[in-house]
């Protein structure tokens, strides 16, 4: 059935020629992981640190799951499935790692979908997120790179996931003391998926020409990525809490300075200091550290230099 809708809606794309595929591509964008992540470290610094907080913990959350359900499973690609399947040229870049869930689907229900679950939020806003979380897990479908299953589980469980991080947040404001522990719990989940990815046999289908179809550990590649995200991101979120305290009540320059100033240190650390470090660090080993660097700037390591060299009055406006 998912391979039949596939090939129905591959039809439809072919026939109408590239006007809806551009639309989607574009659209698809939204759904990447360094997209995500960036819209909310912008969120983070500049406009709610609380909102913030709760998307990152609760996207580094859906990263995890996604990463242990895609080595859990290994379900492989649909073109893999079934040779009729063509894809878009353009989405295959970023569809790494195995199919099922689609983390794309995952990563747009942690930023759309978290903000459209929030009952603070207007409800013509959270409309619009509904519908911005929806068009963009059909767009995996539509480019041809996943199934209708990848996405409806991704986009479900990606909304749960941050159903129960807005609650844990909540149980969080009434118990401050307690993030060291919600922190340890984080990590040692990180460190498992982690032993789990790298120990597990992975299938082994190889091709008419004897040829690997599918190369389980490098397929784990983002599950290593997500173990970098999850346990950066719950030490500098506990460092953050405990020594910088930083606000987002500060003025509108100010807000300027950090998204300027926090792009440019983003990128510095994403294109600069991670590829060298990739260089010499390679295997997962890099991939964790490069993630978990990108993140903990996010979270620490920014936040710290705003508090040392920026205005930072006490309050948070938005939250």
Same mark, same amino acid.
């Given at each position: 059935?998912?391979?039949? $809708?596939? @090939?129905? #809606?591959? *039809? /439809?794309?072919?026939?109408?020629? !590239?006007?809806? =595929? ?17 819209i909310m ?31 859990a ?57 509904w $519908?911005? @979380?929806? #068009?963009? *897990? /059909?767009?995996?479908?539509?480019? !041809?790179?996943? =199934? ?27 118990n ?11 990590v ?16 082994a ?53 950090? @998204? ?60």
């Amino acid at each position: 059935m998912d391979i039949d $809708i596939l @090939l129905v #809606l591959q *039809a /439809f794309r072919e026939g109408v020629g !590239g006007c809806l =595929t551009e639309f989607f591509s574009k659209l698809t964008w939204f759904g990447e992981m360094n997209v995500v992540l960036i819209i909310m470290g912008l969120l983070y610094w500049c406009v709610s640190k609380q909102i913030g907080t709760y998307l990152l913990m609760g996207w580094s959350a859906n990263r995890i799951v996604n990463g242990l359900l895609k080595v859990a499973a290994c379900t492989y690609r649909p073109w893999i499935r079934d040779a009729r399947i063509i894809p878009e040229q353009n989405a295959l870049e970023a569809a790494t790692g195995y199919s099922f869930p689609s983390g794309h689907s995952m990563n747009a229900a942690s930023l759309f979908g978290g903000l459209a679950i929030r009952r603070d939020m207007r409800r013509g806003l959270r409309v619009l997120m509904w $519908i911005i @979380l929806c #068009l963009i *897990a /059909f767009s995996r479908i539509f480019l !041809g790179v996943h =199934t209708p299953q990848d996405i409806v589980v991704g986009a479900i469980a990606g909304v749960l996931v941050m159903f129960l991080t807005g609650k844990l947040c909540q149980w969080l404001e009434s118990n401050p003391s307690k993030d060291m522990l919600v922190a340890v719990i984080g990590v040692g989940i990180a460190i498992a998926v982690a032993i789990f990815s790298a120990v597990k046999p992975y299938p082994a289908d190889y091709d008419a020409d004897g040829k690997l179809l599918v190369d389980g550990l490098k397929m784990a590649n983002d599950t290593f990525k997500a173990v970098g995200w999850m346990g950066a991101f719950m030490v500098g979120w506990v460092l953050e809490r405990r020594f910088v305290k930083f606000t987002t009540d500060v003025t509108m320059q100010e807000r300027f300075l950090r @998204l300027t100033g926090g792009l440019l240190g983003y990128y510095v650390i994403y294109l600069i200091i991670n590829p060298l470090i990739k260089a010499a660090i390679p295997g997962f080993a890099g991939t964790i550290t490069t993630c978990f660097l990108q993140m903990f700037y996010i979270v620490f390591l920014f936040p710290l230099a705003m508090a040392r060299f920026g205005s930072n009055s006490k309050g948070d406006i938005a939250g």
